[in-house]
């Protein structure tokens, strides 16, 4: 069973970028789409960006512009670019592999 760790969160202010990576144990190709969400406190998890297996990406409205989604080169990882980020961004990460493989998250914070 191919598992997903995500990594790369942190502390940044606002405006700034942070690149999240959700990294499988075998290769993301074994799904047949990732998925990233966050939830933050007191919140329900969301819906935040995918990529699948022939390219196809999506994004949350409230994060199109800023948030890119991409597969790395060696398909172990899917990456996720946060930039111009605002305090609203502020949650846990979370990749899913075919809504059925979850990491346990990556915290992400935007100081105002």
């Known amino acids: 069973q191919v598992r997903l760790v995500e990594s790369g969160g942190g502390l940044v202010q606002t405006g700034g970028s942070l690149r999240l990576s959700c990294t499988a144990s075998?290769?993301?190709?074994?799904?047949?789409?990732i998925e990233w969400y966050r939830q933050a406190p007191g919140k329900e998890r969301e819906f935040v960006a995918v990529?699948?297996?022939?390219?196809?990406?999506d994004y949350a409205e409230s994060v199109k512009g800023r948030f890119t989604v991409s597969r790395d080169n060696a398909e172990k990882a899917v990456n996720l670019q946060l930039t111009e980020l605002k305090p609203d961004d502020t949650a846990t990460y979370y990749c899913?592999?075919?809504?059925?493989?979850w990491g346990p998250g990556t915290q992400v914070t935007v100081s105002s």
């Open positions: 899913a592999g075919d809504g059925r493989e």
């Open positions: 075998g290769s993301t190709l074994d799904f047949n789409f």
């Open positions: 990529i699948g297996n022939d390219g196809y990406t």
